[in-house]
C-alpha cells in the first residue's frame, strides 16, 4: 500500500468526524449538540423570527428567503473548501461584482444566456487560479493575497462601469435571477445544484480525500504523495467559479452590474461556513451543514428586514454573530488540543 492509498483511507474518516467525532465519555447533549446543534439552531431562528414577523412564513416570503440567501450560500460553498484547507478567501465579494458586470457587458452584446452565465464564471475561475497560484507557488498568506484581490477587482468593477450600475433591461435576463423551475426559484435550484455537486466531490473523489488531507496536515499530505499546490490551485479555482455564478445570479436579480455588489459578502459567506462547523483551522468541516449556515445567516436577514430594524443594527447583530461563531470554533478547537 502506498502512502497516497493510506491518506485516501484516512481522509473519509476525518470528513465522517467533520462535525467533531464523537468522544467516549463524552455527555450525550454534548454528541446531539456536535450532530444536530445547528440544525435546532435553524429551527430557533425560524420559529423566533416567525413571532417576531408575522409575514416571515408567509409563502412569498419563503421564496424570497431562499432566493437571497442561494447567492450567500454559493460565495459559501466555495469558501468552504478554501477553509478546509486551511486557507480563505476575502475576494469573493468584489469577485462577484466584477463576474456580474461580465455576465451584464455579455447580455447587453447580444450573446445568449449560457454565454452569459459560462462567461461570468469563467471569470470568476480565472481571478480563483490567480489567487491560488499566489497562495500555493509563492508561498503568499492566503489573507494578503486575497485582501489585496478584495481591492483590485473593487477597482476593476468601478473601471468597467465607470462608476455607474450597468442595466440590463431584458426580461430574458432577469429570468436567470428570478425565473422559476417546476415551482423552484432558479438561483435555489442552481444553489442546490452547486451544493449537491461540491458534496459529492469532497465524499467520493480523490480530489475531496486530498482536502480533507491537506487541511488536516499540510506536511504529512505531501509526504503521502499529494500534490498539494496543485490542489489549493484547484481549491481557489472552484470557490472563484461560485463567486462567479453568484454574480451572475445577483445581476440577474436586480437586472443590473452593481460596481458596489458584493461588499461584506466575504464576511457573510465566512460566517456561513463557520457557523456550520468548518473548523477554521482546517480538515473538519462539509458542505452541507455551510448550507444550514447560510440559510442562518438568510434567515437573520430577512428576519430584522421585516421588522424594520435600521441597517446600522443590522450590521451590528450580523458582526455579532460572525464574533460568536468564531469564539465556538475557537473552544471547540482548544477542547479538541
Known amino acids: 500500500m502506498t502512502e497516497t492509498s493510506r491518506a485516501d483511507e484516512s481522509a473519509p474518516a476525518a470528513e465522517a468526524g467533520a462535525v467533531a467525532p464523537p468522544q467516549a465519555g463524552r455527555p450525550q447533549f454534548a454528541r446531539l449538540w456536535d450532530r444536530y446543534g445547528i440544525l435546532g439552531v435553524l429551527v430557533l431562528m425560524i420559529a423566533l ?62 450573446m445568449p444566456a449560457a454565454v452569459c452565465v459560462l462567461g461570468g464564471i469563467a471569470v470568476g475561475a480565472l481571478f480563483g487560479l490567480l489567487s491560488g497560484a499566489l497562495i500555493a507557488y509563492l508561498a503568499l498568506p492566503a489573507f494578503i493575497v ?17 462608476g455607474q450600475p450597468l442595466i440590463a433591461d431584458d426580461l430574458g435576463f432577469r429570468l436567470m435571477g428570478s425565473g422559476f423551475i417546476a415551482g423552484v426559484p ?10 449537491a455537486v461540491l458534496w459529492f466531490v469532497l465524499r467520493h473523489t480523490r480530489f475531496g480525500t486530498q482536502v480533507y488531507a491537506i487541511g488536516g496536515n499540510p506536511e504529512a499530505a505531501r509526504l ?31 437586472m443590473s452590474g452593481q460596481p458596489t455588489a458584493g461588499e461584506t459578502y466575504e464576511l457573510d459567506a465566512i460566517a456561513a461556513v463557520v457557523l456550520g462547523g468548518t473548523s477554521l483551522m482546517g480538515g473538519i468541516g ?44 475557537s473552544l471547540k478547537n482548544w477542547k479538541r488540543a
Not at 468584489?94 to 451584464?104: D, E, F, Q, R, T
Not at 500534490?227 to 454574480?247: P, Q, S
Open 49 to 110: 423570527m416567525a413571532v417576531l414577523a408575522p409575514n416571515f412564513l408567509s409563502f412569498d416570503n419563503v421564496f424570497n428567503v431562499a432566493r437571497a440567501a442561494s447567492v450567500n450560500a454559493i460565495l459559501a460553498a466555495g469558501m468552504t473548501l478554501v477553509i478546509l484547507t486551511r486557507g480563505i478567501d476575502l475576494s469573493v465579494g468584489s469577485n462577484l461584482a466584477v463576474c456580474g458586470i461580465v455576465s451584464v457587458l455579455l447580455w447587453t452584446s447580444g
Open 286 to 329: 462539509n458542505v452541507q451543514r455551510t448550507l444550514i449556515g447560510a440559510m442562518i445567516m438568510g434567515v437573520l436577514s430577512n428576519g430584522l428586514l421585516l421588522m424594520n430594524v435600521p441597517y446600522f443594527y443590522q450590521l451590528i447583530i450580523k458582526g455579532a454573530v460572525i464574533v460568536l461563531a468564531v469564539a465556538i470554533d
Open 224 to 254: 503521502a504523495g499529494i500534490k498539494v499546490k496543485w490542489t489549493i490551485v484547484r481549491v481557489y479555482i472552484i470557490a472563484g467559479a461560485c463567486a462567479g455564478l453568484a454574480g451572475v445570479i445577483f445581476s440577474a436579480r436586480v
Open 146 to 162: 486575497t485582501l489585496g484581490g478584495l481591492t483590485y477587482l473593487r477597482g476593476t468593477a468601478y473601471l468597467l462601469t465607470d
Open 186 to 195: 432558479v438561483p435555489v435550484v442552481l444553489m442546490l445544484a452547486v451544493f
